[in-house]
């Protein structure tokens, strides 16, 4: 393309019968400068396939977009700033929102990265380092490139748009490394055919199938193209505008160039030059899906599952998400159900995996990814399989208040009723501190509040923000919604985590306020945050919880605090210890006043133990 700016995406096939249109657009850096507008109007665009601009490859291999660092000696950075790059932003957004583009509401069906443009010189060093390195597990553009894929494993392609520095040998060597990686090929041509033709059957040849379309540029350098003229391979081509130069194209004069181009070329698409700053993105949608079809905005769920043609993944995978597959709904994804070799599955997700079609025959259930379906028993021929939530059968039609495991708090009404607030609470003898498993579709739980029968649910919101930590829990009327289901997984010590299928993160108490009565719970990024476990108590044990929570021998405030604490208790004289997050007693003493100070200990977490006669108390502080 024309501008040197760099990025990154993804592209990712959901579920679905079959594409009807296909139009695409490149996506460059306006998406992550104005992200607050431009997730939320992709999501919404009418187009199935965005192509992000781009990633650059340095000379030492790193790869970056507009001078920031995306992946560097084998890692994923884009979420840090890195020293010597001036340009450089923690992009701590980026994974979240390229996986938005392709989850719940959204017309986006695939995305993907590209490499190059006008005047740029990427595959120059690109063909430099394979000369110098070549392209196994130990190459910078090995690492760099499988750092990106394990970052954001939905992007399904790389998009080849060298527009000098042509050398067929080196580059097609480069892409079949990025097959074994897992990404497919697709290219931008504007001129050099001899070269795409090269390019294209020496890739072919290793790895067929690894190109699979043809983004031919009928605009700028390539304006004179036809695309009758561009058959390379069996790729199927796209036709393209321009709306960067030409942002007056008329819907007519788009439908009329398309449709001359489906009759006299077989194009089966079109895409547009670019999506940079903020326009009618609908406006340009339409007339290519009034041409081929398609282009509807619907609920994809969230991927849950990956599978691969080949094993340890050393091939583009399929995408899935929950639910039930007859080997006639697993071909229409572009997959053959018997060349099933890998898969990856989502945190708390099974595929039980069946030998004939429509569930039947011998069945294994896998829990987890595995890189070689051959090393398991019973696999050979799969036809069918079920992808599900792999909750706790146990808990079903269950009362349970849950409680969190780091405060001792328990989930219920900020104040009992049908207020849609919620917070970590004590526990009271009324229903809403009761909350009921209900068994849904695909193994995943409604739970239900046994006081106001309203649902627990991660709050609508735009679709830029829902992936990402602090969106609020609330209690709601139920609607069969994706963010009012979850999975329930059990963890090895018997606490679970609760899983939003929207989002796929984990429901917990926000940092600051893990320790500390009357705050609401909300969405975690990261299952690692401690908040984020949850013990369910039965509902008939609740009386001995309240019992013990209701005593006043000893109140403890603040619990978090940058020093002193206030313990007022009943007794004149009581044994106090402070223990660190190691289980060391690192202060022990009796304690004849209200005050104590622990101004001088390291910021952490501590447990702080009282004890008179035969009563003790055990909470834990954290001192900031």
Not at 32 to 48: H, I, N, P, Q
Not at 65 to 70: A, C, H, L, N, S
Not at 198 to 217: C, H, M, T, W
Not at 351 to 364: A, E, Q
Request: net charge positive; glycine share 8%.
């Amino acid at each position: 393309m024309k501008h040197k700016k760099l990025l990154l995406i993804i592209v990712l096939c959901c579920i679905c019968t079959g594409i009807l249109a296909d139009s695409g657009i490149y996506i460059c850096g306006h998406f992550r400068r104005d992200r607050t507008k431009t997730v939320t109007a992709l999501k919404a665009s009418g187009f199935t396939f965005g192509i992000l601009f781009n990633v650059h490859v340095e000379a030492d291999g790193t790869l970056i977009t507009d001078g920031e660092v995306i992946c560097k000696n084998g890692e994923y950075v884009f979420d840090k700033i890195i020293p010597g790059y001036a340009s450089d932003k923690a992009q701590v957004d980026y994974v979240d929102d390229v996986n938005s583009l392709l989850s719940s509401n959204t017309s986006l069906l695939r995305l993907e990265y590209c490499i190059g443009g006008w005047l740029n010189n990427a595959y120059k060093n690109v063909s430099d380092l394979v000369k110098a390195q070549g392209t196994g597990t130990s190459s910078i553009l090995y690492k760099n490139f499988k750092a990106l894929k394990d970052a954001i494993p939905a992007v399904i392609a790389v998009n080849n748009d060298i527009e000098q520095d042509y050398d067929a040998n080196t580059q097609s060597q480069f892409h079949i490394m990025l097959y074994d990686i897992g990404f497919k090929t697709t290219i931008a041509p504007y001129m050099n055919k001899t070269y795409w033709d090269s390019f294209v059957s020496k890739i072919e040849a290793a790895r067929p199938g690894a190109v699979d379309r043809n983004y031919l540029q009928c605009y700028g350098g390539g304006s004179g193209n036809n695309p009758k003229n561009w058959k390379i391979g069996n790729l199927p081509i796209y036709g393209s505008r321009d709306i960067e130069a030409n942002p007056g194209l008329t819907s007519s004069e788009i439908v009329t160039t398309m449709t001359n181009w489906k009759n006299d070329a077989g194009i089966i698409g079109g895409f547009y030059w670019n999506y940079n700053y903020d326009r009618d993105l609908k406006k340009f949608s339409a007339p290519i899906n009034q041409v081929f079809g398609g282009g509807t905005v619907i609920d994809r769920s969230s991927i849950v599952a990956m599978v691969y043609p080949v094993k340890d993944y050393k091939a583009p995978q399929t995408n899935f998400v929950m639910g039930s597959y007859t080997k006639t709904q697993i071909q229409n994804t572009g997959f053959n159900s018997n060349q099933l070799a890998g898969l990856k599955l989502n945190e708390g997700v099974r595929m039980v995996l069946f030998t004939g079609d429509n569930f039947t025959g011998d069945s294994i259930v896998v829990t987890s990814n595995v890189s070689d379906i051959s090393a398991l028993s019973g696999t050979n021929n799969i036809n069918s399989w079920r992808i599900q939530a792999n909750s706790s059968d146990e808990i079903s039609g269950k009362n349970f208040m849950i409680k969190n495991k780091q405060s001792g708090f328990v989930l219920k009404p900020s104040v009992n009723g049908i207020s849609s607030t919620i917070h970590q609470m004590n526990p009271d003898d009324t229903g809403y501190s009761v909350w009921t498993f209900e068994l849904v579709e695909n193994g995943l739980y409604k739970i239900v509040n046994k006081g106001s029968g309203r649902v627990l649910q991660i709050e609508n919101t735009n679709q830029t923000s829902y992936l990402h930590d602090g969106l609020s829990v609330a209690q709601v009327s139920y609607t069969g919604g994706s963010n009012q289901h979850f999975i329930v997984k059990q963890n090895v010590d018997n606490t679970y985590k609760l899983i939003p299928l929207k989002t796929l993160k984990y429901i917990g108490i926000a940092d600051q306020n893990q320790l500390l009565e009357k705050k609401p719970p909300v969405q975690r990024r990261l299952s690692s945050a401690p908040s984020t476990d949850w013990i369910l108590v039965p509902a008939e044990t609740r009386s001995n919880i309240i019992s013990r929570s209701i005593t006043n021998l000893f109140d403890v405030y603040p619990r978090v605090t940058s020093g002193e604490i206030k313990i007022h208790s009943s007794s004149a004289n009581f044994l106090l210890k402070i223990i660190d997050i190691n289980g060391h007693v690192v202060l022990e003493k009796q304690q004849t006043n209200e005050y104590l100070n622990i101004s001088s200990f390291p910021a952490g977490v501590y447990v702080l133990h009282l004890e008179t006669g035969k009563q003790s108390k055990t909470v834990r502080i954290v001192k900031i």
